[in-house]
């Protein structure tokens, strides 16, 4: 019979084999479709370009509702100015999937 130590070892490894697994599986859309896997983000005003595994984010960002299909975003631009940001979502074809405009609240009469 083994030792305890030995089969805890075992066990563990069994476990982070199969979370490595989950972490690496593609997010799927709610209707079931995968996404190709990472987003590309385009920070224009600041100058900055970084990558984030679509599994790391939300579905309602992974993923943009066009017609009766959701599309994958594989894209992400943010243009503007430093207090007024839009910021526009691309499909894998390159096509604008939509674009939202964030802005600070009006000043207080």
């Known amino acids: 019979m083994k030792s305890p130590e030995v089969v805890t070892r075992a066990a563990l490894t069994v476990v982070s084999i199969a979370t490595m697994a989950m ?3 593609p997010v799927p ?11 590309l983000h385009e920070d224009r005003i600041d ?9 790391d984010v ?4 992974a ?4 017609d009766d299909r959701y599309v994958p975003v594989v894209r992400i631009e943010i243009t503007g100015t430093p ?9 894998p ?8 405009v964030q802005a600070p609240p009006p000043p207080r009469r």
């Open 23 to 25: 972490a690496c599986a």
């Open 29 to 39: 859309a709610p209707d079931g479709q995968a996404h190709p896997g990472v987003i």
């Open 47 to 55: 100058g900055r370009t970084w990558t984030v595994p679509a599994r």
């Open 58 to 61: 939300p579905p309602t960002i």
């Open 63 to 66: 993923f943009v509702r066009v």
């Open 83 to 91: 207090s007024q940001r839009r910021i526009t979502k691309f499909g």
């Open 93 to 100: 074809d390159g096509q604008m999937l939509e674009s939202t």
